[in-house]
């Protein structure tokens, strides 16, 4: 099946420091979608891509789709303390049918030391 | 709106023993999912159910059963558990449109079992 593959798997930052993640497939995704899990908590949905080349805001937060489709950014900027946590980005197969299956990244691992 | 919510929070089972997992949205959503999650393996899709009194399986469907007699509900059963159950279980649901394939999850349950 097709896989999400993200970087780095973990990351650990100073308070205040900028955040950069990725994820990659070798596939065309059409929608990528980015969650957060707080730890002992389920995934919450932090932005939604839906167009090659978008750029989308969430407060400290930014997104962008690639223009390959084969790949989306996640950057957060001025980190806290809570934005400690997984963040996974997913989306649906590129594949007639069952569109509304998700194929997820193992995630990346974010510490941040206040 | 109280989202999705899945009961119960946690479970130890001996080997051989049964449960159900309940889950609930009330968002009005068509599509409902269970999933697994384990270290290093990301999240796994279980069974899913794209309408009340649908489902079908997913990645990972050896020694689960699932029940969606109610739009509201989705239902995870383990008939006999063994070790290799032990995980974390998710719920989620999504509209159904073609345009949209956000999944929003529940809470989770931590299921051990001996």
């Known amino acids: 099946g097709q896989q999400l593959n993200q970087s780095p798997q973990s990351m650990f930052i100073q308070e205040g420091e900028d955040v950069s993640m990725n994820c990659t497939s070798s596939s065309i995704f059409n929608t990528w979608l980015w969650y957060k899990q707080d730890p002992g908590e389920g995934p919450v949905l932090l932005i939604a891509l839906y167009k090659a080349g978008e750029l989308t805001s969430n407060g400290r937060l930014t997104a962008q789709f690639g223009i390959t489709r084969k790949d989306s950014f996640l950057n957060i900027s001025a980190s806290i303390p809570s934005d400690v946590g997984i963040y996974f980005c997913a989306g649906p197969p590129h594949s007639g049918g069952s569109n509304y299956k998700l194929t997820f990244g193992k995630g990346t691992l974010l510490t941040v030391n206040p | 709106n109280a989202g999705v919510t899945q009961t119960p929070k946690f479970r130890v089972l001996k080997t051989g023993q049964s449960m159900t997992l309940l889950c609930a949205q009330d968002?009005?959503?068509?599509?409902m999912y269970w999933y697994r999650q384990d270290p290093g393996m990301g999240l796994r899709l279980i069974h899913y159910?794209?309408?009340?009194?649908?489902?079908a399986k997913g990645e990972v469907p050896d020694g689960y059963n699932v029940s969606r007699l109610k739009k509201q509900n989705f239902l995870l059963g383990l008939e006999s558990a063994a070790p290799s159950q032990t995980s974390v279980y998710f719920c989620?649901?999504?509209?159904?449109?073609?345009?949209?394939?956000?999944?929003?999850f529940g809470p989770g349950t931590r299921l051990t079992v001996t």
């Open positions: 968002m009005n959503h068509e599509y």
């Open positions: 989620a649901s999504s509209y159904e449109r073609a345009d949209n394939y956000e999944q929003y």
């Open positions: 159910s794209v309408g009340e009194g649908t489902t």
